[in-house]
Every structure is written in C-alpha cells, then in structure tokens.
C-alpha cells in the first residue's frame, strides 16, 4: 500500500515538475522566436569539435585553472549524478531493486561515491570562493549562490539515502560504499522502522530538490545547461566577424519598416538573443573587459543580463506568456507583470522603454575598443561585440548620434580617406622619407610593363602618420631586400573602412569597400600584405561577404616566412629585454600569436619577455573600434594601464605589430614618463635593425 502511494505521489510531482519546466523552456524558445531568423552554414564537423573541446573538455573554463576545476567536477558529477538519482529512484519506488548493471553494479556506486563527495568538495569550495574570497568577478546573494544549495543537498541526500539503506539491508559496512557504509557504521544504534523512515525523508528531499532544480534552471543563469550547448554549436564560425546589412529595400517597404542595426530587442538575431540565456553570468567577460578595468561604464556580463531581462519582459508583453512559473507563485512579479495585463497596454507600457538609452547606455555602447576579450574569456561563447556594433549601428545610422570627435573622423576618412583629413592627394608622400628603398606604385609598374606579386596596403597610419611612416618604410626595406615583388596604389589608396565599420556606420563602410574592391579588381589584386591589423583582418575575413577574395597576410607572417626562407637574416645583435604586445586584431581576432614572436627569437641578442596579459588573454591597447579617434572621459586611459603592465616585466623595449597599438604604448610610455629608458618600435623595425646591422646604426628608442 506504502509503495503503491509512494509511486503516485512521485508521479503526480514528477509530472508537475516536468511540465513547468517545458514550459518555462517553451516560453523563451517563443521569445527568442521574436527575434530575426539566423543565417546558419552547417560546418557539421568544425561544430561538433567546438563541442568536444569547449563543453566536454571545458577547455574554455580550464583557463582558469581554480574555477574550471570546480567546473569541471561540477559538470562531470552532474552528469554521474543523474545515474545515481535514477539509481535513488528505483531503490525508492521498487524496495530491494537498483539500476540493472549487473556485475559491475559494486563499481558503479563505488565510482559514483567517489564523485559525490568530490562534487560535495567542489561545493564547498565554490561557495568560499563566492562568499568567503569574495572573487570580485562572482556575484553574491541568495540566488547567485542557490545552485550550490541545490546541488550541495543532493549529494548530502543521495549519502544518507544510502547509508539508510545498508542499515535497512542490514549491511553495515561494503567496499563498494565507503561513504554510505560509514554512515551506516555511525548510525547503526538506529531501530529499522526509524531507518525506513528517514530512507524515505532522505529519497524525498532528494526528489523534491530534483525537481525543483529542474523547475529552477530554465528560469535562472543554469538556463546556461541548456543554451551554453546550442550557443557553442552554433557559434560564427570566423571570430568577431560583423554582419553584412542590406541596404536593398523593396521600393514598397514602408518607410517606418526600414531599420538599420539594433534600436528593439526583437531587432537581435535570434543566435544573439540565445546569448542572453547561455549566460551564466560568472564575470569572466567584465573581469577582463580593458573599459570595464579601467572604471569606465561599461560590462559585457551586464550588458547580456541587462538584454535578457528586457527581452523576458518585451517577450512577456508581446506573446502573454509568463516567464516565471509556476506563474501563481510569481504573479504581479517582474516580466509576470505584464503577461497579466491586455496585449495592448502590456506592449504600450514596455514600448515606453527605449532599449537603447534606459536599458544600455550610449556610453556603454562607446567605450568598447572590440578587442574581443571577452568573447574570448567567454566559457558559453557568447558573442558580445556583434551586439555592441549592431547597437551602435542604430544609434549612428538611424539616429545621427555619434561622438564629435569619431564624426570627425569619419567625415574625415568620407571626403580624404584618412580619419586626420589630409589631402588625399599626398598620401603617397611618405615614401620620399627614404628615397634609397624602392616602393613603387601598381601604375609606375604597369607602365615599365612589369608585374607585382603583393600589393601593400600601407594603411592611414602608415601613410600619414609620422612615427608610422618609419614602420612602412622599414616593411618596404625589408621587402626589396627579400625581392619580394610588390606594389602600393599610392594616391588611390583609400582607408580600409575598418574605423567606419566598428563606430557603426555601415553605409559609409560599405560604399569604401565597393570602391577598394573596383580599385583591387582593376589592377588584379590576388595577394594583399598590410602592417594594420585591422586592414589585415576586414580583407581577410569580411571583405569576401562583398565578393572580393585575396590571399591576406600581415607583416608579420611575411617576414617570418622570408626568415625561414633565408631570404632575410638578422645578423646585428640587439642588446635589449623587449615584451611584446599582442594586437587584438591580429591575436583574438586571428590567432596570429607566432610569428611575431618567432622573428624576435631569431634577432640574435634579443631577451624575449611575456607580459603576464598575453596571447589571447593580452589586454588592449584602447585604440580599436574606432576608439584611436575618441578622448577617454572616465577612469584610467586603457593605454597606460598597459603600459603597466609592460613596465612590471622591467623591460628596455616595448614591441608591437600593429600602429595603433605602437601610437598607444608610445603615449603610455611617456605618461609613465619611462619614453626615455623603454623604447618602443614595430617588430619590422626591430628586425631591419638586426638586417641591416652592418650597413645602418640607429637610435632604437
Ligand atoms: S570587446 Fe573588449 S572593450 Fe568591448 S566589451 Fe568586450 S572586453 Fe570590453
Ligand atoms: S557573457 Fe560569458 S563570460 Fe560574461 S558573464 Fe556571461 S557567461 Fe560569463
């Protein structure tokens, strides 16, 4: 009689628990509904790698060694676990069975001790360093920390479940359940019926806790369980790659159809609004935010949460449905507010909210340098710059707000091609610096009837800024003396379109693309190599959504080939403990990290350090995004704090691979007021140093 109404209790809450949580999962897959369908190319094989690697091997987590072994035990216990809740299940509803694994039953609770009390371990742990370290990048609270309640009493209840049930057994002590049996052994004053009793207290925690988790996660950052593994899976596959607008609209469309960016939450994608959900708001994204460090207004965990909940909100509005269930324990609360009230006055009141202005500021939007650090420290994958520049889109395109200063600048780059507004006319002018080193143009080639095999993008910077000139002039020294064949356009050169691109204006973006590409295509351009990072990675990886493909390689990567070649041999000894910093464009954006590196370990002399910032965890210079060209208001200037960074490795020389990064280390030297004892220069420089030691000496700093 017990056991038959045992076995209907657990239905009839196993059931309940099932369809609240179906449909807590049901509304926001209606939510998430609401936003633009998602182009998807199905690269089946490269996705389910992401899968192996960031969601069985945590490998995303493991970077940080403390909190991805908690994880890791967290996530692999979990999983254990859930047999042994079955397990627990059985032993319950059908006394004296259990899971049919026949001989190698005794391992399997052996086995699943051992992880319980790990994970008990893992629990513990968790919980200091959330509330007893106080780790900054961890929120506090009931909620944040419920998880950890949740799962600390299920394995404290499958334990005691356990040690009941040998004493119920009479079994006091098995090698196959050290735990249990130590229970047991403790308990074993205990008379049977009491035994049973709390059997059945233990296995119904157990299965209440079970399902109220169940219930819970959808409805929490665990709904990161469920949408952490399809974010993974369909990740962009080329990092940090920005959507291609369409500017093509119907002659009907109706004008107030005709949107440009993200100005309404239901404007995202829908793989961007999943974001929101995979988030499992652990910080890791803000903790190495450049903005966020250095006191600006700005946190990409935030601005995911912060989307989230008005997404909860709007989607509660539009669609009726309550997001928090069971709904009668919630009524009246948050987004439950307005499923409650009639379709139209729900979504008039939620319409009074401007996305952009009362939920994400203007400045949050402004302060990001897109440099992708937090993507990349990001363990579900999230996406954060993607939303930042289709916001920021919006504002510049829809609403004309922009800062002065970046208007400026792309007025600039519209009516001169550079963001400074020199006359286009004398771009070319920075070759004269060295008339020794031949730099010739596509046309002065063609009309000698001779043929080039790279064309060299010198960039804005290289072209019109001073300190930059002497990088492109080194390149092209370098180049002439490999006998590497190449070109400049010269005074047909434009800019890239990358500043335009990141502040948010598209149209003038893609109107600078069309040209470079017409220009590229008329003198049949098949191999692009560049000193900017950022030329480099918008060729590379964005350019071929507007149909031009070349062959696009950085400075870098060249001269490293040429080394390997024999074509160029550092022979001068440079007599210096250099760092180098890593340009986000060419580091997390595209995982250019060797060569750089390689060609310092080959300039004999050299005294190679890391910063302890490095690689794909190096932290930004603060010039990219079109921030080169914007004041920093608030806080400390993001290139002093790395210059910091640099200086606590004591070195003579600062290097870098990009000119923005050269311009911002340069200016935090002098902040630093170290200009005169830490030189700063590109790694081609350092390298024609070393090239040309016997014909050439030069003040290195
Ligand atoms: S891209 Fe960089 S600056 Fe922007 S939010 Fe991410 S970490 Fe912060
Ligand atoms: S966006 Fe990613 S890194 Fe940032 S808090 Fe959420 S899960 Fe963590």
Known sequence: MFITINWLLFLVVTLYGIYLFARAVATRVAFIRLGKKTEFDLALKERLKDIVTIVFGQSKLLKDKKSGIIHVLMFYGFILVQFGAID???KGLAPG????FGPVYPAFTFFQELVTLAVLVAVVWAFYRRYIEKLVRLKRGFYAGIVLLFIGTLMLTVLLSNGMLLLIDGTIST???????????MFQWLPQTAAITLFYIFWWIHTLT????????????????????INVFISKRVPGKLEK???DFDEDTPEDEIAFGVGKVEDFERRQMLDFYACVECGRCTSVCPASTTGKVLSPMDIMIK????LNEKGAAITGKSPWVPAYAFSGKGPNKYAEMGRNEAVEQISAIQMIGDVISVEELENCTTCRNCEDACPVMNEHVGHIIDMRRHLVMMEGRIDPEAQRALTNIERQGNPWGLSRKDRIKWRELDETVSIPTVKEL???GETFEYLYWVSSMGAFDNRSQRIAIDFAKLMNEAGVKFAILGNREMNSGDTARRLGNEFLFQEIAEKNIKEFEKNGVTKIVTIDPHAYNIFKNEYPDFGFEAEVVHHTQM?????KEGRLTPKGRIEERITYHDSCYLGRYNDVYDPPRAILEAIPGLEVVEMKRTRDNAMCCGAGGGLMWMEETTGQRINVARTEQAIEVNPSMISTACPFCLTMIADGTKAKEVENDIGTLDVAEILALSVFAETEKRNVS
């Open 88 to 90: 627990l299940f059985i």
């Open 97 to 100: 069975k259990h899971l049919p």
């Open 175 to 185: 090698a196959s359940q050290p735990v249990a049996s130590a229970i047991a052994f």
């Open 210 to 229: 079970i399902l109220v988790f169940l219930v819970y996660i959808p409805q929490s950052k665990h709904a990161h369980l469920i949408a952490a593994p």
């Open 245 to 247: 607008l369409d500017f």
């Open 307 to 310: 989307l989230r909940d008005h």
């Open 446 to 448: 063609k009309k000698e």
């Open 559 to 563: 001269l490293y080939d040429l080394i």
